[in-house]
């Protein structure tokens, strides 16, 4: 299975990461200069969890970010996983 949150669709995401060398003119250098910009790659907070849904009667699985729990904390896990499409 993907990195992928099953509701949202947050995904890894890739970024930079900025290497920089020297003193800071306030702590008596010559100032910081960048020397290499390094890729990176940002993933989403997953968590696979067993949901009970009540209308259902029964545990779905599925793999989700943290804010995509608080979603269904607040609206509900049927509604939450009915419009993802996942039931």
Known sequence: MARVCSIRGS??????????SGLAKKKGGIGR????????SVSPNLHTKRIYVPE???????KLSAKAIKTINKNGAYVTLKKAGLI
């Open 33 to 40: 200069h960048v020397t290499k910009v390094v890729k990176r």
């Open 56 to 62: 259902l009667g029964r545990h779905v699985k599925v």
């Open 11 to 20: 995904r890894v995401r890739m970024g930079g990461k900025i290497h920089r």
